[in-house]
């Protein structure tokens, strides 16, 4: 794909982004994050891209990774997820963040906590190291002794599934 083909199709690949921003975070500044990285991302993988083809499922793809990516990176995030023996610590308050904001963050953060306790417990060991330790593949392999294509299939997988029930728990 060339440039002037990707920027004719990059505004619908970023309203799909931004979706899937807001899906997640349920705001637009944050959403705007993940729709200004999803695009960067894909514009690294420009040549692989076929010409005329659809990229609406892959943007969605790109757009969920970068959700998680830009949760991991927070500090204060609302989605610091506990160890399943460990007490649901609500996210600190932000300052001028106000109580109806501090109390979409704790639903949000629970929401998470909950869709990763319902994880496998192979799924959500893998999970854990790799979405909040921030190991690497690498290192992940080295602990576990497993493949490093099996490590990203199941993360994926978890990944998939998270998301997939913050949604639906959101929608309640």
Same mark, same amino acid.
């Given at each position: 794909?060339?440039?002037?083909?990707?920027?004719?199709?990059?505004?619908?690949?970023?309203?799909?982004?931004?979706?899937?921003?807001?899906?997640? &975070?349920?705001?637009?500044?944050?959403?705007?994050? =993940?729709?200004? +990285?999803?695009?960067?991302?894909l514009l690294k993988f420009i040549d692989r891209m076929e010409s005329g083809a659809r990229h609406d499922a892959l943007a969605i793809r790109v757009a969920k990774h970068c959700c998680l990516d830009i949760? $991991?990176?927070?500090?204060?995030?609302?989605? =610091?997820?506990? $160890? %399943?023996?460990?007490?649901?610590?609500?996210?600190?308050?932000?300052?001028?963040?106000?109580?109806?904001?501090?109390?979409?963050?704790?639903?949000?953060?629970?929401?998470?906590?909950?869709?990763?306790?319902?994880?496998?417990? %192979?799924?959500? $060991?893998?999970?854990?190291? $790799?979405?909040?330790?921030?190991?690497?593949?690498?290192?992940?392999?080295?602990?576990?002794?497993?493949?490093?294509?099996?490590?990203? %299939?199941?993360?994926?997988?978890?990944?998939?599934? =998270? &998301?997939? +029930?913050?949604?639906?728990?959101?929608?309640?």
């Amino acid at each position: 794909m060339t440039q002037e083909e990707f920027e004719h199709i990059a505004p619908a690949l970023r309203e799909l982004m931004l979706s899937v921003g807001r899906s997640f &975070f349920g705001n637009d500044d944050d959403a705007e994050d =993940v729709a200004q +990285e999803g695009l960067v991302a894909l514009l690294k993988f420009i040549d692989r891209m076929e010409s005329g083809a659809r990229h609406d499922a892959l943007a969605i793809r790109v757009a969920k990774h970068c959700c998680l990516d830009i949760a $991991r990176k927070r500090k204060s995030s609302p989605f =610091v997820l506990c $160890r %399943s023996n460990e007490e649901i610590a609500p996210p600190g308050k932000d300052v001028g963040a106000s109580p109806h904001e501090t109390l979409e963050a704790k639903e949000l953060h629970e929401a998470v906590d909950k869709a990763v306790q319902h994880l496998k417990p %192979s799924e959500r $060991r893998l999970f854990e190291m $790799r979405q909040i330790e921030g190991l690497e593949l690498d290192d992940i392999a080295k602990r576990t002794n497993i493949a490093k294509p099996s490590i990203k %299939s199941i993360v994926s997988a978890a990944r998939k599934k =998270v &998301f997939e +029930e913050i949604k639906e728990r959101l929608r309640k």
